[in-house]
Protein backbone atom coordinates (compact mmCIF):
# COMPACT_ATOMS: atom_id res chain seq x y z
CA UNK A 1 0.00 0.00 0.00
CA UNK A 2 2.71 2.72 0.97
CA UNK A 3 6.10 1.10 -0.73
CA UNK A 4 8.18 3.82 0.07
CA UNK A 5 7.69 3.64 3.38
CA UNK A 6 10.00 2.34 5.23
CA UNK A 7 9.63 -0.85 7.57
CA UNK A 8 9.55 1.00 11.01
CA UNK A 9 7.50 3.53 9.41
CA UNK A 10 4.83 1.05 8.67
CA UNK A 11 4.92 -0.78 12.02
CA UNK A 12 4.39 2.91 13.31
CA UNK A 13 1.54 3.70 11.39
CA UNK A 14 0.01 0.09 12.81
CA UNK A 15 0.69 0.81 16.31
CA UNK A 16 -0.72 4.41 16.14
CA UNK A 17 -4.02 2.92 14.21
CA UNK A 18 -4.13 0.02 16.84
CA UNK A 19 -4.14 2.64 19.38
CA UNK A 20 -7.20 4.49 17.71
CA UNK A 21 -9.22 1.14 17.02
CA UNK A 22 -8.72 0.43 20.93
CA UNK A 23 -9.64 3.98 21.72
CA UNK A 24 -12.62 4.36 19.92
CA UNK A 25 -13.62 1.14 21.37
CA UNK A 26 -13.02 2.48 24.87
CA UNK A 27 -15.01 5.35 24.00
CA UNK A 28 -18.11 3.58 22.45
CA UNK A 29 -18.38 1.27 25.37
CA UNK A 30 -18.39 4.24 28.07
CA UNK A 31 -19.97 7.16 26.17
CA UNK A 32 -23.03 8.64 27.68
CA UNK A 33 -25.84 10.09 26.58
CA UNK A 34 -26.41 12.53 29.11
CA UNK A 35 -26.40 10.66 32.32
CA UNK A 36 -27.67 7.56 30.91
CA UNK A 37 -25.23 5.10 29.59
CA UNK A 38 -25.44 3.96 25.55
CA UNK A 39 -27.32 1.09 25.66
CA UNK A 40 -29.95 0.09 22.93
CA UNK A 41 -30.84 1.89 19.93
CA UNK A 42 -33.03 1.34 16.52
CA UNK A 43 -33.76 -2.30 15.76
CA UNK A 44 -36.00 -3.96 13.04
CA UNK A 45 -37.38 -7.53 13.82
CA UNK A 46 -40.30 -9.41 13.70
CA UNK A 47 -42.84 -10.95 16.14
CA UNK A 48 -44.80 -13.65 17.20
CA UNK A 49 -47.16 -13.21 14.21
CA UNK A 50 -45.11 -12.25 11.51
CA UNK A 51 -45.45 -8.36 12.01
CA UNK A 52 -42.74 -5.87 11.75
CA UNK A 53 -41.62 -4.17 15.22
CA UNK A 54 -39.07 -2.38 15.12
CA UNK A 55 -37.99 -0.01 18.23
CA UNK A 56 -40.11 3.03 17.26
CA UNK A 57 -42.69 0.80 17.72
CA UNK A 58 -42.57 -0.10 21.24
CA UNK A 59 -42.28 4.00 21.83
CA UNK A 60 -45.21 5.47 23.72
CA UNK A 61 -44.54 2.90 26.52
CA UNK A 62 -42.09 1.83 28.82
CA UNK A 63 -40.59 -1.32 27.88
CA UNK A 64 -38.65 -4.28 29.66
CA UNK A 65 -36.51 -6.22 27.19
CA UNK A 66 -35.20 -9.03 28.13
CA UNK A 67 -32.84 -11.22 25.49
CA UNK A 68 -32.85 -15.58 25.16
CA UNK A 69 -33.86 -18.29 23.75
CA UNK A 70 -37.18 -20.27 24.13
CA UNK A 71 -34.97 -23.77 24.78
CA UNK A 72 -33.43 -22.48 27.39
CA UNK A 73 -33.77 -24.64 30.55
CA UNK A 74 -34.02 -22.14 33.45
CA UNK A 75 -32.67 -19.01 33.73
CA UNK A 76 -34.73 -17.63 30.66
CA UNK A 77 -38.25 -18.41 32.06
CA UNK A 78 -37.14 -17.23 35.43
CA UNK A 79 -36.23 -14.03 33.98
CA UNK A 80 -39.71 -14.15 32.18
CA UNK A 81 -42.23 -14.59 34.59
CA UNK A 82 -39.96 -12.37 36.85
CA UNK A 83 -41.10 -9.53 34.06
CA UNK A 84 -44.76 -10.92 34.61
CA UNK A 85 -44.68 -10.85 38.38
CA UNK A 86 -43.29 -7.36 38.59
CA UNK A 87 -45.93 -5.58 36.44
CA UNK A 88 -48.76 -7.74 38.23
CA UNK A 89 -47.97 -6.16 41.12
CA UNK A 90 -48.72 -2.18 39.22
CA UNK A 91 -52.13 -3.61 39.23
CA UNK A 92 -54.86 -5.24 36.61
CA UNK A 93 -54.33 -2.46 33.61
CA UNK A 94 -50.55 -2.28 34.27
CA UNK A 95 -49.94 -5.56 31.16
CA UNK A 96 -51.75 -2.68 28.55
CA UNK A 97 -49.12 0.08 29.63
CA UNK A 98 -46.21 -1.65 29.25
CA UNK A 99 -44.24 -3.73 26.65
CA UNK A 100 -43.49 -6.87 27.91
CA UNK A 101 -40.32 -8.03 25.04
CA UNK A 102 -38.68 -11.20 25.05
CA UNK A 103 -36.02 -11.46 21.69
CA UNK A 104 -34.65 -14.16 20.95
CA UNK A 105 -30.65 -14.87 20.56
CA UNK A 106 -31.57 -18.11 18.68
CA UNK A 107 -33.16 -16.96 15.64
CA UNK A 108 -32.33 -20.33 13.93
CA UNK A 109 -34.49 -21.89 16.00
CA UNK A 110 -36.88 -19.56 17.33
CA UNK A 111 -39.28 -18.81 14.75
CA UNK A 112 -42.11 -16.47 15.00
CA UNK A 113 -44.64 -19.26 15.04
CA UNK A 114 -42.16 -20.95 17.86
CA UNK A 115 -42.80 -17.50 19.84
CA UNK A 116 -46.54 -17.76 19.61
CA UNK A 117 -46.67 -20.64 21.61
CA UNK A 118 -43.48 -19.56 23.96
CA UNK A 119 -44.25 -16.01 25.16
CA UNK A 120 -48.27 -16.40 26.14
CA UNK A 121 -46.81 -18.87 28.68
CA UNK A 122 -45.50 -15.55 30.78
CA UNK A 123 -48.34 -13.43 29.96
CA UNK A 124 -50.94 -12.49 27.25
CA UNK A 125 -49.57 -9.33 26.12
CA UNK A 126 -45.80 -10.90 25.80
CA UNK A 127 -44.03 -9.93 22.19
CA UNK A 128 -41.71 -11.93 21.15
CA UNK A 129 -39.41 -11.09 18.75
CA UNK A 130 -36.80 -12.85 16.40
CA UNK A 131 -34.99 -11.69 13.19
CA UNK A 132 -32.52 -12.74 10.85
CA UNK A 133 -29.23 -13.48 12.06
CA UNK A 134 -28.17 -10.49 10.96
CA UNK A 135 -30.94 -8.61 12.86
CA UNK A 136 -30.86 -10.27 16.41
CA UNK A 137 -26.82 -9.51 15.93
CA UNK A 138 -27.20 -5.57 15.49
CA UNK A 139 -29.71 -5.26 18.20
CA UNK A 140 -27.82 -7.83 20.55
CA UNK A 141 -24.82 -5.75 20.13
CA UNK A 142 -26.69 -2.52 20.89
CA UNK A 143 -27.94 -3.86 24.12
CA UNK A 144 -24.42 -5.36 24.91
CA UNK A 145 -25.97 -8.77 24.87
CA UNK A 146 -23.28 -11.50 24.83
CA UNK A 147 -24.69 -14.89 23.24
CA UNK A 148 -22.82 -18.18 21.97
CA UNK A 149 -24.25 -21.35 21.24
CA UNK A 150 -22.77 -24.38 23.04
CA UNK A 151 -23.01 -27.83 21.52
CA UNK A 152 -25.42 -29.67 23.40
CA UNK A 153 -24.54 -32.94 25.66
CA UNK A 154 -24.11 -36.48 23.81
CA UNK A 155 -25.03 -34.56 20.57
CA UNK A 156 -28.42 -33.09 22.02
CA UNK A 157 -30.03 -30.35 20.50
CA UNK A 158 -27.03 -27.00 20.94
CA UNK A 159 -27.78 -24.30 24.19
CA UNK A 160 -26.90 -20.83 23.78
CA UNK A 161 -24.48 -19.50 26.59
CA UNK A 162 -26.08 -15.94 27.23
CA UNK A 163 -26.25 -12.91 29.31
CA UNK A 164 -29.06 -12.59 31.49
CA UNK A 165 -30.03 -9.21 31.68
CA UNK A 166 -33.57 -7.46 32.33
CA UNK A 167 -33.33 -3.87 30.49
CA UNK A 168 -35.98 -1.25 31.28
CA UNK A 169 -36.50 1.87 28.72
CA UNK A 170 -38.86 4.70 29.00
CA UNK A 171 -41.75 5.61 26.55
CA UNK A 172 -38.95 6.89 24.14
CA UNK A 173 -36.96 4.24 23.74
CA UNK A 174 -34.21 5.78 26.02
CA UNK A 175 -32.32 3.08 28.32
CA UNK A 176 -33.34 3.45 32.30
CA UNK A 177 -31.69 1.13 33.88
CA UNK A 178 -31.60 -3.26 34.21
CA UNK A 179 -31.73 -6.02 36.35
CA UNK A 180 -30.25 -9.69 36.54
CA UNK A 181 -32.91 -12.40 37.02
CA UNK A 182 -31.95 -12.49 40.37
CA UNK A 183 -33.58 -8.78 41.13
CA UNK A 184 -36.61 -8.58 43.08
CA UNK A 185 -40.18 -7.92 41.71
CA UNK A 186 -40.87 -5.12 43.50
CA UNK A 187 -37.45 -3.02 42.64
CA UNK A 188 -38.91 -3.76 38.84
CA UNK A 189 -42.36 -2.80 39.54
CA UNK A 190 -41.01 0.47 41.26
CA UNK A 191 -38.92 1.26 38.45
CA UNK A 192 -41.46 1.07 36.01
CA UNK A 193 -44.15 2.25 38.17
CA UNK A 194 -42.07 5.31 38.01
CA UNK A 195 -42.73 5.27 34.36
CA UNK A 196 -45.92 4.88 34.07
NI1 LIG B 1 -31.56 -18.64 28.90
Known amino acids: MFPAMSRTMKVLLGVWIAALAVAAGWIGWDAVRGDRPSIGGPFTL ?10 DSLKGKPTLIYFGFTYCPDV ?9 TAIEQLGPDAAKKVNLVFITIDPERDTPALLKGYV ?8 GLT ?3 QQVADVARAFR ?9 DGGPYLMDHSSIVY ?4 NGRFVTHFTHEAKA ?4 K ?3 RLL
Open 186 to 189: DAIA
Open 120 to 127: PNFGPTFI
Open 168 to 171: LLDR
Open 46 to 55: VDQDGRTVTS
Open 131 to 133: GTP
Open 145 to 153: VYYQKVPGK
Open 76 to 84: CPTSLLLME
Open 191 to 193: AVG
